[in-house]
């Protein structure tokens, strides 16, 4: 079982940044591949940011390329996602997921964590 939080959300403007965090409780959660999704009101949880166990392979949606960053560190059990030049389309609950898979697809994860949300004011 893997049990994981997020944290880090909040209010910001336009071109600013913020650091998720996705804390996880489990010996075992090193072996996951972790992934961030998010979904705004009305619209489909869709896929952020992915990272594979070891951190050395990642995969970004093409919306997000360039500006998100991220990043783990399986002795603190957490990954990060740095968010940079944030835009008010990215206002969204972001969720952190864990998988045995290296996946883009929500289906496959099969830990979620509750999300956070992240506005973007312009």
């Known amino acids: 079982q893997v049990q994981l939080v997020e944290s880090g959300g909040g209010l910001v403007q336009v071109g600013g940044s913020l650091r998720l965090s996705c804390a996880a409780s489990?010996?075992?959660?090193?072996?996951?591949?972790v992934g961030w999704f998010r979904q705004a009101p009305g619209k489909e949880r869709e896929f952020v940011a992915a990272?594979?166990?070891?951190?050395?392979?990642?995969f970004y949606a093409d919306s997000v390329k360039g500006r998100f960053t991220i990043s783990r560190d399986n002795a603190k059990n957490t990954v990060y996602l740095k968010m940079n030049s944030l835009k008010p389309e990215d206002t969204a609950v972001y969720y952190c997921a864990a998988s045995r898979q290296f996946t883009v697809v929500p289906g496959v994860y099969d830990y979620w964590g509750q999300g956070t949300q992240v506005t973007v004011a312009s």
């Open positions: 489990g010996r075992t959660f090193s072996r996951y591949a």
């Open positions: 990272i594979n166990w070891s951190g050395v392979s990642t």
